[in-house]
C-alpha cells in the first residue's frame, strides 16, 4: 500500500490539472480588446460581443458608430440585453413557448452578437453562419433559446447570432431624420451590416473564414436577407443566403412619405416639436406607445424606402447561392383564413385575396363540401409561399447562381400539433439542433429530422450547396422542384403546371403573395 500511495497522488494531481486545463476559460484577443466566454462541451462560446456603440442619447436614430475599444479582459459569458420591443411572455401568442421568446432584459444599449466555435479548429478557415433572427421587425433577439448555435458549431460551423434596432428604434423615419442623414428609416437594416462588417473584421480570430460566410434568417430576418441581397453597402459582406419562411412579395419596402406620416404621427403623440426632443423621451415611455392603438393606422415600423439603403431599382444580388423555402402551416397562429370551415367563407376569401382571377383558383383548390373547405384552405396558402418562391427563383434570370426550395412539413409535437400543425418558425429548433431547450414531447424521429435538415444547411454554409453524401439528392429551382423536408421527405414540384400558371399571371397583374 505504501508503495502504491504516491501513483495513486499523482494520478490524481495530473487529473486535477488535466481538468483545470480543460475547464480554462477561453480567451480571444480582438483589435478592441480581450473576450473570456465558456465552454460548453466541444464548442467555445463568447457572448455579447459589442458590435458598435451603444446607440443612445444623440446616437438615437443614428448609423451605428464602431465599438470603443476596452481595457483588461472584457467577460463574455453572458447575452447582453436584447433591443427595446413589446414585452411578451409564454402564452400571449400561442404556438410560440418559452424557447421561442426573448427574455428581460430590454434595452437601447443593445447592440451586441455572440459566437459560437468549435473548441478544437485543427482546420482553420471554417465556414460562418450569420443569423439574423425574426419577428417583424418589432421584437426578437439574438440570445433566443432556440437559436442557441451550439449544436452546430459542433458540425464545424462558427455561428454569429446578432441583435439589431427594431420598431421605432430601428425603422422610424421623420423628415427632419430624412434631412439630417440618408439612412431614415433603415436604421435596424444598417446595425445588420455593421454587424457583418465586425464579422467580415473579426470572426477569423474565432477560427472563421471572412470569405466564407452565411447569412440566414428567419421572417423578418429572411426579409433582412433578400435585402441584404439588394443593398449595396452589404456587398463582399457574404457569400451565401439562407431564407426561411419569407413570402418574395413581402420583401417591399414601405414608401418614405408613409414612414414619415408615421414618424410625425409618433411626435405629436409625446409633444415633441422637433428631433432632439424626440430624441429626448424616455425609452420606455416610446415602446408604451409603439402600440398604441392611435398609432396602429399610420404608423409602420418596417424598412423604408429612403432611396440610399437600397437605391431605386436596384435588384438583388444574383452572384450568391440561396437556400429558401417555408413551412406547411405557415398561417396557422395568424391568418384569419386558417380557420375558415365553410364553402361560402372559402369563396369569399378568394374573391379577396386574388380578385378577380377568384373562380380560376376555385378550380384548382376545389372544396364542393364544407367537409373539404380546411383541406383546400390549408393547400392554397401552402402553394402561395411556395409560388413566391418559384417567381423570385424566374426573377433572378437564367445566368443566376443557383438556388434550393424546400417546404418543411413536419409538425412540432405537443397538444396544439393538430391545430397549429407545421407553424411559422417551426422549422427553427430542427435547424440548430436545439429540440431539447424547450418542453415538448420530442420523438427520436424529430432528432432523425433534425439531423437530416441540419445536414443540408450545413452543407449549404461549407459549399454553397446542401448535397452531400448520404443524403436525398436536392435539385435546384431550375427544376421546378423542391425538397419536401419531414414527413415523406422526397423532391417534388409542390405545385401543377396549372397552379403556377395561375400564381405566375396573378403576381404579372400586380398581384401580391402572402405567407399568411
Given at each position: 500500500m505504501i508503495k502504491r500511495m504516491p501513483m495513486i497522488v499523482l494520478t490524481s494531481l495530473l487529473a486535477a490539472l488535466s481538468f483545470k486545463?480543460?475547464?480554462?476559460?477561453?480567451?480571444?484577443?480582438?483589435?478592441?480588446?480581450?473576450?473570456?466566454?465558456s465552454t460548453v462541451g466541444t464548442v467555445q462560446v463568447f457572448k455579447g460581443i459589442p458590435y458598435a456603440k451603444p446607440p443612445v442619447g444623440d446616437l438615437r436614430w443614428r448609423a451605428p458608430q464602431p465599438?470603443?475599444?476596452?481595457?483588461?479582459l472584457r467577460d463574455a459569458t453572458q447575452f447582453a440585453a436584447s433591443c427595446e420591443q413589446p414585452r411578451r411572455k409564454s402564452g400571449d401568442v400561442i404556438p410560440w413557448t418559452a424557447e421561442y421568446l426573448q427574455d428581460?432584459?430590454?434595452s437601447e444599449d443593445c447592440l451586441y452578437l455572440n459566437v459560437w466555435t468549435p473548441s478544437t479548429r485543427s482546420a482553420a478557415h471554417l465556414p460562418v453562419v450569420v443569423w439574423i433572427h425574426g419577428g417583424g421587425f418589432v421584437e426578437g433577439s439574438g440570445a433566443v433559446p432556440v437559436y442557441d448555435g451550439a449544436h452546430l458549431a459542433?458540425?464545424?460551423?462558427?455561428?454569429?447570432t446578432i441583435n439589431y434596432r427594431l420598431g421605432l428604434f430601428g425603422f422610424l423615419a421623420t423628415p427632419e431624420l430624412d434631412a439630417e442623414h440618408?439612412?431614415?428609416?433603415e436604421f435596424g437594416m444598417m446595425d445588420q451590416v455593421a454587424a457583418l462588417q465586425w464579422v467580415k473584421d473579426n470572426i477569423d480570430r474565432f477560427g472563421g473564414d471572412p470569405s466564407k460566410v452565411t447569412i440566414e434568417g428567419q421572417s423578418a430576418g429572411a426579409i433582412s436577407v433578400h435585402h441584404l441581397l439588394a443593398a449595396p453597402s452589404a456587398k463582399g459582406l457574404f457569400a451565401r443566403a439562407i431564407a426561411e419562411s419569407n413570402a418574395w412579395s413581402h420583401t417591399a419596402l414601405v414608401p418614405l412619405a408613409d414612414a414619415d406620416a408615421g414618424g410625425n404621427a409618433l411626435a405629436n403623440l409625446v409633444g415633441a416639436s422637433d428631433l432632439a426632443a424626440l430624441r429626448a423621451v424616455p425609452a420606455d415611455r416610446l415602446i408604451a406607445l409603439q402600440t398604441d392603438p392611435r398609432l396602429a393606422q399610420t404608423a409602420h415600423f418596417w424598412p423604408a424606402d429612403n432611396g440610399s439603403f437600397i437605391p431605386a431599382g436596384t435588384p438583388e444580388r444574383t452572384d450568391v447561392p440561396v437556400l429558401l423555402g417555408s413551412n406547411h402551416d405557415e398561417a396557422s397562429a395568424f391568418s384569419p383564413d386558417w380557420q375558415i370551415h365553410t364553402k361560402a367563407a372559402f369563396e369569399q376569401m378568394l374573391e379577396q385575396r386574388f380578385h378577380p382571377y377568384a373562380d380560376r383558383f376555385a378550380a384548382l383548390y376545389p372544396a364542393s363540401t364544407d367537409a373539404e373547405v380546411s383541406a383546400a384552405v390549408r393547400h392554397l396558402l401552402a402553394d402561395s409561399a411556395s409560388a413566391g418562391v418559384i417567381a423570385w427563383s424566374q426573377a433572378r434570370g437564367a445566368q443566376a447562381a443557383p438556388a434550393w426550395g424546400y417546404r418543411f412539413t413536419h409538425p412540432e409535437p405537443g397538444p396544439l400539433a393538430t391545430r397549429f400543425a407545421t407553424f411559422h418558425s417551426a422549422e427553427v429548433p430542427y435547424v440548430f439542433g436545439t429540440l431539447d431547450v424547450g418542453d415538448r414531447p420530442f420523438t427520436a424521429r424529430d432528432h432523425a429530422i433534425s439531423h437530416v435538415?441540419?445536414?443540408y444547411w450545413v452543407n449549404f454554409i461549407r459549399t454553397g450547396n446542401p448535397n452531400g453524401a448520404g443524403l436525398m439528392k436536392w435539385p435546384?429551382?431550375?427544376?421546378?422542384?423542391?425538397?419536401?423536408l419531414g414527413d415523406g421527405q422526397a423532391v417534388t414540384p409542390l405545385l401543377t403546371d396549372a397552379q403556377r400558371e395561375a400564381f405566375r399571371q396573378?403576381?404579372?397583374?400586380?398581384?401580391?403573395?402572402?405567407?399568411?
Open positions: 486545463a480543460a475547464a480554462a476559460a477561453p480567451e480571444v484577443e480582438l483589435s478592441g480588446g480581450s473576450l473570456q466566454g465599438a470603443a475599444p476596452w481595457d483588461g428581460p432584459p430590454f459542433g458540425r464545424g460551423v462558427v455561428v454569429v440618408d439612412g431614415s428609416g435538415v441540419q445536414s435546384s429551382l431550375d427544376s421546378q422542384h423542391f425538397m419536401q396573378w403576381l404579372d397583374a400586380g398581384g401580391q403573395i402572402s405567407l399568411f
